[in-house]
């Protein structure tokens, strides 16, 4: 059962503007999300944290990409957002979402999304 849903990659040229999107599932029983972050893994290469947003509202971010992409959340839909500006070859990566919550039965509970693929041409 598919808990996380993710859209919004493709193929975009160097300098060019991308938004990933990431919904949690209503069949998904949850009190709280903690924590909602963004991975990459590009070919060959360890998968990356890009950027965190806390139930709080703060945000970190990976030097990488720090000023260029934005993480955001729309509670009312439980969805996750990545706003990347400026965009580099060296973003090609697939762009994976990670949520940290609650259940409804108190324990802690870690959801992933399949997964977008990006590719920023040069």
């Known amino acids: 059962q598919v808990q996380l849903v993710e859209s919004g990659g493709g193929l975009v040229q160097a300098g060019g503007s991308l938004r990933l999107s990431c919904s949690l599932s209503?069949?998904?029983?949850?009190?709280?999300?903690?924590?909602m972050n963004w991975y990459r893994q590009a070919p060959g290469k360890q998968r990356e944290l890009v950027a965190v947003?806390?139930?709080?509202?703060?945000?970190n971010y990976a030097d990488t990409v720090k000023g260029r992409f934005t993480i955001s959340r729309d509670n009312a839909k439980n969805t996750v957002y990545l706003q990347m500006s400026s965009l580099k070859p060296e973003d090609t990566a697939v762009y994976l979402c990670?949520?940290?919550?609650?259940?409804?039965?108190?324990?802690?509970?870690?959801?992933w999304g399949q997964g977008t693929q990006v590719t920023v041409s040069s």
């Open positions: 990670n949520v940290g919550a609650t259940s409804t039965w108190g324990t802690l509970v870690n959801y």
């Open positions: 209503a069949s998904v029983r949850i009190s709280k999300i903690n924590v």
């Open positions: 947003l806390l139930s709080g509202g703060d945000t």
